[in-house]
């Protein structure tokens, strides 16, 4: 069980992003609702949520089961969110070099259910952000609203 769990020890999550095509696009790419489940380094309890994760091309585009297994790749170890949802972003970033991308993890810890303060169903939302957005057509918040199907 436990090589299965984390089986993403010593892994790249950018490996996972292995069929990359050329396409000249440059509207975004959106996957909402992704499910994973991860371990939480400090307690070995599991941690798990959804995630959103977008992206605009730059002349190149993945297969988008591939963005999702990037994202299970770096969950399969012991992690923190804030880590794991830059090293999926990074991961987007460094193997498809589009204009942007953002990546949004929302999770229920049950570190922080079952024990301590006991508050069960309290998610924690953590946010990656990378590339330039600064020539106006997309910019952060436009590209957050984007993945919470808000535009």
């Not at 790249?12 to 396409?23: K, M, R, T, W, Y």
């Not at 909402?32 to 949520?49: A, D, I, T």
């Not at 770096?74 to 987007?92: H, K, N, S, Y």
């Amino acid at each position: 069980m436990y090589q299965e769990l984390f089986s993403g020890v010593g892994v790249d999550p950018q490996e996972a992003i292995d069929a990359v095509f050329d396409e000249e696009s440059a509207d975004p790419v959106i996957l909402r609702n992704v499910p994973f489940y991860s371990m939480c380094e400090h307690h070995l309890l599991p941690f798990f949520g959804s995630a959103s994760l977008a992206y605009v091309p730059n002349g190149r585009i993945a297969g988008i089961s591939k963005l999702s297994r990037a994202l299970d790749l770096a969950c399969r170890r012991p992690q923190v969110q804030e880590r794991l949802t830059g090293q999926v972003a990074d991961a987007i970033f460094s193997a498809l070099e589009p204009q942007g991308v953002v990546v949004e993890l929302s999770a229920e810890h049950l570190c922080m259910a079952m024990r301590g303060v006991q508050k069960p169903g309290i998610r924690m939302v953590t946010t990656a952000v990378r590339g330039d957005f600064a020539d106006g057509r997309w910019d952060r918040d436009s590209l957050l609203n984007l993945m919470r199907g808000e535009a």
